[in-house]
């Protein structure tokens, strides 16, 4: 049964470690990332932007399969199913469709809009026993066509969303999505520690994962941030493994064209990723 992320988070930032949110693109990768939390006993958390909710035929498609999933593979650490920087439509859609957590990302919207629209999702979510996620300050690069600058938050913005009463806070702190680049400036550890001071016990949320070095990763869990997300790491994975066996022949091989052979090797690559992602936010063991 899919949970909301507020209890695994509370339980995160009080134990100093970090639930990871792995965002899912098809059935293998859902598979892989639910066995792999199953295997390490970790919650996690499955991140579904609004483009491959498009691409996976739906919400409702997606709520489906993970349920499904959850059931036939015997899961029994707490999933939680999150809209990833959702639209205020979107995260309607969500909650109707069955989701048990919503980001929505009103970071484009000047302050005032986005707490207006904010209040408003957390009063639906909290009468459905929902998480909800907020966002201030853009997180940089690029996800699903929408371009941010890599923004640093305003501490004081962020208290005022936290105030509204979300289960969890994103806040732009110079990290982005995708590849880092060569002359990236690092994590700004001034601005996390401020906003955590004036936030208290909400779990903070680090967007763009994917290489952060691990000093970096775990640093910011010590101030405080409880959720890390990761989706590109684990697209390389799937890639480079899905290379190799085409480069290497391997289709041609028997029935090495079967999809169930054919994409073997990625989702393997998959699993690898979220597990050595799980040791180093210290969630194994937590579920
Ligand atoms: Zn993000």
Known sequence: MLVSAKEMLTKAKAGKYAVGQFNINNLEWTKAILQTAEELKSPVILGVSEGAGKYMCGYTTVVGMVNGMINELGITVPVALHLDHGSYEGAKKCIEAGFSSIMFDGSHYPIEENIEKTKELVGICNERGLSIEAEVGAIGGEEDGVIGGGEVADPNECKMIADLGVTMLAAGIGNIHGKYPANWAGLRFDVLDEIQKLTGAMPLVLHGGT?????????????????????????LAFAAATRRYIEAGKDLEGKGFDPRKLLADGTAAIKATVKEKMELFGSVGKA
């Open 211 to 235: 290489g952060i070095p691990a000093d970096m990763i775990k640093k910011a869990i010590s101030l405080g941030v409880s959720k890390i997300n990761v989706n590109t790491e684990c697209q």
